[in-house]
């Protein structure tokens, strides 16, 4: 089945500087990725997604980058805000014919201010 | 809007009580989902529904049963719970299949 891990549990970044999140992910045949952000004691936030046909995509202050050679993504948040402090999943879509999302186990990301 | 709803926020319950959780959204979308998210893990996919029919159970114990009334709605109701289900039960929506899943804030569930 899919296995989507992230290789950093835990992040700290000072204000202002930029974040990297970083996910693996072992099915090459995934064609959709999407990154959420979850803060505490809320539900998952989408935040941006991306196609196997695409190297990267850029949102508000976020870039997602898709490297298929090494099965890797990333997302990028610039100028890193205390809002930004949360757990961030990265997530592929199924295999299955059906939308159902496989998860990371999550990075959390504490911004200091 | 992008807004999925869920009640109730909190839920206490004992092993031999029945109640269910609601979903709802009103953004015309076609595929609803339940998760299940333990504390410091990411959310598990208990089930899927897409117009109105149950598509994928992910082997969930019967004790869990899902329920669609209207595409707006989605029910799980809750009987002979054990204390290691307690955890936030999510629901998110998708427009179809192929779309992006919108998450509900969750029902933190405790069972005691």
């Known amino acids: 089945g899919e296995s989507v891990g992230l290789h950093l549990p835990t992040l700290s970044v000072q204000e202002g500087d930029n974040s990297i999140i970083n996910c693996a992910y072992s099915n090459s045949a995934s064609d959709y990725f999407i990154w959420y952000k979850q803060e505490s004691g809320k539900g998952p936030q989408f935040i941006i997604d991306i196609r196997s046909n695409m190297d990267k995509r850029q949102g508000q202050r976020v870039t997602v980058l898709l490297n298929k050679t090494v099965k890797h993504l990333s997302l990028q948040i610039a100028a890193t805000q205390p809002g930004d402090s949360a757990v961030y999943f990265c997530?592929?879509?199924?295999?299955?014919?059906?939308?159902?999302?496989?998860f990371g186990t999550g990075t959390r990301l504490t911004v200091i201010p | 809007d992008t807004e999925v709803t869920q009640t109730p926020k909190h839920l206490v319950m004992g092993m031999t009580n029945k109640k269910s959780l609601k979903c709802e959204q009103h953004m015309g979308h076609r595929a609803m989902y339940w998760y299940k998210q333990k504390a410091k893990k990411p959310p598990e996919l208990m089930f899927v529904y897409s117009y109105e029919k149950l598509s994928i159970n992910e082997s969930v114990p019967s004790r869990f049963s899902p329920e669609c009334p209207n595409s707006s709605l989605l029910n799980l109701h809750l009987h002979a719970l054990q204390p290691e289900d307690s955890a936030l039960y999510l629901c998110?929506?998708?427009?179809?299949?192929?779309?992006?899943?919108?998450f509900g804030p969750g029902t933190r569930l405790t069972v005691l």
């Open positions: 998110a929506s998708s427009q179809a299949y192929t779309d992006t899943q919108y």
């Open positions: 997530a592929e879509k199924g295999q299955t014919g059906a939308n159902n999302l496989f």
